[in-house]
């Protein structure tokens, strides 16, 4: 399984750079992105807040986010490959040029580039292993979950729990209008495990020490 993974991976690495060829051709500016964020602070610029539809859980930290998963994942939305409805509505009107600065500004915003990055990720439960092992998660998210082996991975490690788990549910949802994500290997991945299962490894994972956080900005906080 693992090796089928690994091969899985390398095809996606593949996919994914194809996809957002031409997103990645554009030259982000995080200056001109910090002007562009009136429609991401609302959720993501408040710590804690939570999405409220179709699912109730934390809206993800992406400050510290690497710029190429960021950017990935807004054109995953916009080509519908995600089903999200606020996050379709919202890239519908970007360009390639607005997630690229977008990516740019989120993946410095608050950023300490003098901090040391996380080591190796603390060992969890013995089931929480067992999970991490039987989903090969350390051969794309790396051993510290901060590091992914090609930035349009996500780094996962210290993410909200609620948010890991709604996220990997969706790689197992394929018949919803407004839940599911279209992605060939995380589906694979996710749909070896019960919602349990997967509810576990979400909590393990947001329990590590990461890079992610949530910014506020100053006339809101």
Known sequence: MKKLLLSLATLLVASVTLSVAHAQEVKGDGLAGQKKIAMCIGCHGIVGFHASFPEVYKVPKISGQSAKYITSALAAYKRGERKHPTMRGITD????QDMADLAAYFSTNGVNFNQVAP???PTGSAKAMELVAKGACVSCHGDSFSKPIDPSYPKIAGQYPDYLYAALKAYKTTDKEMIGRGNAIMA????????????ELANYVGSLPGELKTVPESWIR
Request: proline share 0%.
């Open 93 to 96: 009107a970007l360009t390639d």
């Open 188 to 199: 694979g991945v996710a749909k070896q495990f019960s919602n349990d299962e997967l509810k």
């Open 119 to 121: 080591g190796k990720a």
